[in-house]
């Protein structure tokens, strides 16, 4: 088993949807859980970061982490054309490099 | 700089040739991680550097890869002898202390690399 797995897509959602992207994982060692956005030929860019269990709201995203189920989400509500990328999932604990899911294709629809 | 900093940002090379890739990373950050992003494979984890410490190599995939950081700051990964499934995105990230700690990590824009 993958030490995080994430569900590669492609998902394809209406302008205004609201979406929902999740990634599970085995290490319960983790602390650190991190949304990262990418665009076609660019480097991923951190979106949301998470410390521990919870949720987390920035603007349209919220972020939440469920350690009983090791089991992390993000939605994003209005969803627009420009959120169209991959999302991938990271997490890391103490000074070890982060690992990263495989991303989910993401499409807004207008 | 202001961001994260990769050259080249294309390669094509012909199978069994020598690559050097190069990173340059946001000035002050003591962190520097190489990764590759392969199509459908995510992000793959290959070195890691912190400060003086030695590097963190437990994810380079073969002995034909290798990394240098000179000085603290620039880098540069190193693959001898080019086989086609070397052919990816390599992504060059760096941050201010140790990622996984929390820490922001940033990336570069990757160095896309073809191995015909």
């Known amino acids: 088993q993958k030490e995080v797995e994430q569900d590669p897509g492609p998902l394809s959602v209406p302008e205004g949807a609201i979406v929902s992207l999740n990634c599970t994982y085995s290490n319960s060692a983790f602390q650190y859980f991190m949304w990262y956005r990418q665009y076609s030929r660019k480097g991923p860019e951190l979106l949301m970061y998470t410390y521990s269990s919870g949720n987390k709201e920035d603007g349209r995203f919220t972020a939440q982490v469920d350690k009983s189920s090791k089991y992390i989400s993000l939605f994003i509500r209005d969803s627009q054309p420009s959120d169209s990328a991959t999302y991938l999932c990271?997490?890391?604990?103490?000074?070890?490099?982060?690992?990263f899911g495989k991303g989910t294709r993401l499409s807004v629809i207008a | 700089g202001a961001g994260v900093s990769q050259s080249p940002s294309n390669k094509v090379t012909e199978k069994g040739k020598d690559v050097e890739l190069r990173c340059d990373p946001i000035?002050?950050?003591?962190?520097l991680y190489w990764y590759r992003q392969s199509l459908g494979q995510g992000l793959e984890f290959l070195i890691y550097?912190?400060?003086?410490?030695?590097?963190?190599k437990s994810g380079l995939p073969s002995d034909r890869f290798s990394a240098e950081r000179t000085g603290g700051s620039v880098s540069t990964l190193t693959i001898q002898r080019t086989q086609q499934e070397d052919s990816a995105v390599y992504l060059c990230?760096?941050?201010?202390?140790?990622?996984?700690?929390?820490?922001?990590?940033?990336f570069g824009e990757g160095s896309w690399l073809t191995v015909v």
């Open positions: 990271a997490m890391g604990s103490g000074n070890t490099p982060l690992v």
């Open positions: 990230a760096s941050s201010l202390l140790a990622g996984g700690s929390g820490n922001t990590i940033y």
């Open positions: 000035s002050g950050h003591t962190a």
């Open positions: 550097f912190q400060g003086n410490s030695a590097p963190d």
